[in-house]
Nanobody, 114 residues
Framework: QVQLVESGGGLVQAGGSLRLSCAAS????????MGWFRQAPGKEREFVAR????????YYADSVKGRFTISRDSAKNTVYLQMNSLKPEDTAVYYC???????WGQGTQVTVSS
């Protein structure tokens, strides 16, 4: 069973940046499409970004397009989410996911103050 562990969350002022990491166990990481999702208090979990197995193709929610960048390093079995120009509405718990599966990390809290 692959396990995912997120890190990198924290408190940042509006306009600031954070980089989230998602480390995966197992040897088959490069075979997975990977995604980032987030869940704000009182709201449903929503899609943020997705990356292909090769890392060449990426896809973003409209709300983060142009501000967030998803990437992966297969040698490190890690997916990243670089978040720039953060807004208070980006405040949420961020989760990584093996796309199309029920494999999720434990989440990392991102709080953006105004």
């Amino acid at each position: 069973q692959v396990q995912l562990v997120e890190s990198g969350g924290g408190l940042v002022q509006a306009g600031g940046s954070l980089r989230l990491s998602c480390a995966a166990s197992g040897r088959t990481f490069s075979t997975y499409l990977m995604g980032w999702f987030r869940q704000a208090p009182g709201k449903e979990r929503e899609f943020v970004a997705r990356i292909s197995r090769s890392g060449v193709n990426t896809y973003y929610a409209d709300s983060v397009k142009g501000r967030f960048t998803i990437s992966r390093d297969s040698a490190k079995n890690t997916v990243y989410l670089q978040m720039n120009s953060l807004k208070p509405e980006d405040t949420a718990v961020y989760y990584c996911n093996i796309w199309g599966t029920s494999v999720w990390g434990q989440g990392t809290q991102v709080t953006v103050s105004s």
